[in-house]
């Protein structure tokens, strides 16, 4: 809770404060005016207003200098750790260490995504980052911006296009579609024909329930069309489908590798021409100088570059 009385620090000046703490150390004005760069004078007057703010003459003249009273002690004892801490807030640059540091990060992205990405991404950050926390909330193309802006994610793992204003956008790579089957299902060539694929059942992932999508587009500018049996908005369960019906799914390339180890897929170009998707990092411009967020941004980059996520 902010218990903070703002008007209280109507009557503060900061650069006071920093005057009590020299000249306590230097116990000389001339040798604070020199610390300080300021003049004898600024000093003196300095010290004028400290007493009238704290109501105790604070520092008084002797043989040995200017000997500051009980107050004074206690003041600079209490304000000189607070001093410091300030210090350290508003001109050291803030920094983060993996190793030694507790931190969570928040981000979104897809399923598919996250299968492809997070065991390889999570299995490294263990072993060098036992401090980290990886929260990840399921996103697609037309929730990322949206969750960016209202602070729901830190980064998002994005397709989408759109990078409105306030919002930083890298792109990492580019990826292709493959088709997938199962042998015992279905036996076909590869790379499946044209005529194989149009010839089978389809499942296909739409984020918004269409039954449609660019192969879709690109087999009409063919005159050729598809069936598609099952519509979801999730990449999981369409392994487990084509284990037990003659059925395909076309897929970003990512998953290939871990689908076909795990399950047996048979995986095969698309035999239609669907451009590349790229695949993007997505933040927010006021996270931009956050030194943990940037760890973050590296470790995915690494891992979003090379062939797969495992």
Not at 141 to 162: H, M, N, R, T, Y
Not at 208 to 218: I, Y
Not at 256 to 280: C, D
Request: charged share 20%.
């Amino acid at each position: 809770m902010n218990n903070i009385r703002e008007s209280d620090f109507s009557r503060v000046d900061l650069n006071l404060l920093t005057v009590l703490l020299v000249l306590h150390r230097e116990g000389s004005v001339s040798r604070t005016a020199d610390k300080l760069h300021l003049g004898q004078p600024a000093v003196s007057g300095a010290l004028s207003r400290l007493r009238e703010m704290f109501n105790d003459p604070l520092f008084v003249r002797s043989a040995q200098g200017m000997i500051a009273t009980p107050r004074a002690e206690s003041l600079v004892a209490a304000l000189l750790p607070m001093m410091e801490q300030m210090q350290q807030v508003l001109f050291q640059p803030p920094r983060f260490s993996p190793a030694t540091d507790s931190h969570t990060f928040r981000m979104g992205m897809s399923d598919w995504v996250e299968s492809w990405l997070m065991p390889g991404l999570l299995a490294r950050t263990a072993r060098e980052a036992p401090g980290i926390t990886l929260q990840v909330s399921a996103s697609d193309p037309f929730q990322d911006v949206l969750s960016i802006q209202q602070d729901k994610i830190e980064v998002a793992i994005s397709v989408a296009e759109e990078t409105p204003a306030g919002l930083i956008r890298e792109n990492i790579r580019q990826m292709r579609f493959c088709t997938l089957w199962h042998p015992r299902q279905l036996a076909l060539s590869t790379p499946i024909t044209l005529d194989e694929f149009v010839a089978a059942d389809h499942v296909l992932v739409s984020y918004r329930g269409a039954s449609h999508s660019k192969v879709d587009e690109q087999l009409a500018l063919q005159r050729r069309s598809r069936r598609i049996r099952y519509v979801t908005p999730h990449f999981s369960s369409l392994p487990l489908m084509l284990e037990q019906m003659p059925l395909l799914a076309t897929v970003p390339e990512g998953l290939a590798a871990s689908w076909k180890e795990h399950y047996g897929l048979i995986s095969s170009q698309v035999p239609v021409s669907i451009t590349p998707f790229r695949l993007s990092l997505l933040w927010h411009k006021r996270r931009d100088n956050d030194p943990a967020l940037h760890w973050l941004l590296a470790q995915l980059r690494s891992r979003m570059s090379q062939g797969t996520g495992q």
